[in-house]
Antibody, heavy 115, light 107 residues
Framework: QVQLVQSGSELKKPGASVKVSCKAS????????MNWVRQAPGQGLEWMGW????????TYAQGFTGRFVFSLDTSVSTAYLQISSLKAEDTAVYYC????????WGQGTLVTVSS | DIQMTQSPSSLSASVGDRVTITCRAS??????LAWFQQKPGKAPKSLIY???SLQSGVPSKFSGSGSGTDFTLTISSLQPEDFATYYC?????????FGPGTKVDIK
């Protein structure tokens, strides 16, 4: 069965970096795009962008350029989200979600940025 | 960017009620509309794509309709496990955008 399993919660200080992983199983990883979605505490869902798992080409939504990087390791069917120069407002749950239909989601990774 | 609005923002309903949630796009999106259910502390779950197509494994009490700018999600008979927040999302054009959500709770 299709599964997206994300890495565990992270507590980081402002200015640090974090890398969230999303490991896919149960399907051919390179056949479906991967999206990233942010949910700040008590807030709604915000699409961050997506990565073409076949070419590795990322597309970032406005507001998620510069400090945010999507990457892949197709050998282990894993997508990554790296955030650098963390700020308090980056505190959120980050989700990966498969394909344009968002048919499968990871369980979410809570990133807390606090001094 | 295409703005998505939902109404109501919250509603209280009883088990067995028929519930309808409305989603409106700021411009036409054809049928590139999805609906998601999210329970507290959990990841969103896909219910409907292409405005009216049920995701595999989703019970038929959920249905979607609409095209262009106006869409609805209907739950035919609300059950305890349906109390959650529901989001619509357009995928007609980038950036993909979600509605603000509709919280369905117990009356």
């Amino acid at each position: 069965q299709v599964q997206l399993v994300q890495s565990g919660s992270e507590l980081k200080k402002p200015g640090a970096s974090v890398k969230v992983s999303c490991k896919a199983s149960g399907y051919t990883f390179t056949s479906y795009a991967m999206n990233w979605v942010r949910q700040a505490p008590g807030q709604g869902l915000e699409w961050m962008g997506w990565i073409n798992t076949n070419t590795g080409n990322p597309t970032y939504a406005q507001g998620f350029t510069g400090r945010f990087v999507f990457s892949l390791d197709t050998s282990v069917s894993t997508a990554y989200l790296q955030i650098s120069s963390l700020k308090a407002e980056d505190t959120a749950v980050y989700y990966c979600a498969r394909d344009q239909n968002f048919d499968y989601w990871g369980q979410g990774t809570l990133v807390t940025v606090s001094s | 960017d295409i703005q998505m609005t939902q109404s109501p923002s919250s509603l209280s309903a009883s088990v067995g009620d028929r519930v309808t949630i409305t989603c409106r796009a700021s411009q036409g999106i054809s049928n590139y509309l999805a609906w998601f259910q999210q329970k507290p502390g959990k990841a969103p779950k896909s219910l409907i794509y292409a405005a009216s197509s049920l995701q595999s494994g989703v019970p038929s009490k959920f249905s979607g309709s609409g095209s262009g700018t106006d869409f609805t999600l209907t739950i035919s008979s609300l059950q305890p496990e349906d109390f959650a927040t529901y989001y619509c999302q357009q995928y007609n054009s980038y950036p993909l955008t979600f509605g603000p959500g509709t919280k369905v709770d117990i009356k």
